[in-house]
């Protein structure tokens, strides 16, 4: 089967019978918020956590976790190896005092709004943070002076060989948009603790901070937020516009005229442009400012050839 699909790696075995949804050569471009990304070899979308333990074990190839898409620029040739992507209901959603247990797939938005019902605390930065539980304990997601790692109590991984384990937060080492967790473990879902609150007070938080968001950000473009890390305390957006790259274009791609560390997909614009326009401001920033910016948006996959 794996040669079929162009996969000649020696140890590669046949795909054993599976209850999720498999697809081969399908477009990560229909999967990214980016709306760019070439296609994956195996797309696998597993029903439950014995499902996916059941491909890993059965599979040889480089596998790629991929949440909603909303912080990563996958390249044109598209990624070698399988996609795993956790569904909307993988792991479910559920309250045990005042803790939250969520699945790995479950979106920000909806645990938030979880949080809200059960008059629950801590979860408001989330609402506004677009993407998956499993997307944002992989980069420690944070917004407005709170991040994951604050409320997050442990954490349930699979590793590639489809053990499972909890991980307790001391143990976790989760720092500023980093996770220093084995790469190849998959997230699968945590145990986050809330703070009893009454829901109008959460709701006025919620509608502070997306207010706050939407008047500074084009939070309906097709983007994936900010592109680089701030710099110690120095945010990036501000090294970018001393560099002068507010409006800068490649192709299609354009940095964001409203949030300068935003680049946009604004004209049917490819990773290539993308990518290239993101190395066209890291060097216009070390030209004028003398810093070197680090990506925050992940890249990945092989350039089309
Ligand atoms: C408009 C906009 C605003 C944003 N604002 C913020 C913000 O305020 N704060 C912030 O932190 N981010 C922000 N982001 C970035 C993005 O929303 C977060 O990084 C989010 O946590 C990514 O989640 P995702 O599910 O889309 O992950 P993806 O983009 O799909 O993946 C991101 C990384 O996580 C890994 N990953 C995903 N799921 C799993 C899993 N289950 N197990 C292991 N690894 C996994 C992927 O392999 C990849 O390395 C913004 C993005 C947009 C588009």
Known sequence: MFEKLGIHHQSAKALPELKGKVKFNEMMSHH???????????????????DLATFLQHIDVPVTVLGAGSNVLIRDGGLVGAVVHLPKNFGGLSRQGNSIICGAGIPNADLAR????????????LAGIPGTV???????AGAYG??????????????????????KTDEAFLSYRNNAMPDDWIFLGATLKGTPKKADEI???????????????????????????????VPA?????QAGCRGLRRGGAVVSEKHCNFLINDDHATAEDLE????????????????????EVKRLGQKKK
């Open 32 to 50: 990214t918020r980016f709306g760019v990304g070439g296609p994956a070899d195996i797309y696998f979308e597993p029903a439950d956590e014995k």
């Open 114 to 125: 979880f949080a809200l019902q059960n008059e629950l605390s801590g979860f408001e930065f």
């Open 134 to 140: 499993g997307g944002a304990l992989r980069m420690n």
């Open 146 to 167: 709170f991040e994951i790692k604050d409320i997050m109590e442990s954490v349930r991984v699979m590793d590639a060989k489809g053990a499972i384990q909890e991980i």
């Open 203 to 233: 709701a006025a938080k919620m509608a502070e901070l997306k207010q706050l968001r939407e008047s500074r950000q084009p939070v309906w473009a097709k983007t994936c937020g900010s592109t680089f890390k701030n710099v110690m305390d």
């Open 237 to 241: 957006w501000k090294l970018i516009e």
């Open 276 to 295: 290239q326009l993101g190395m066209e401001v890291q060097k216009r920033v070390l030209d004028a400012c003398g810093i070197q910016l680090e990506w």
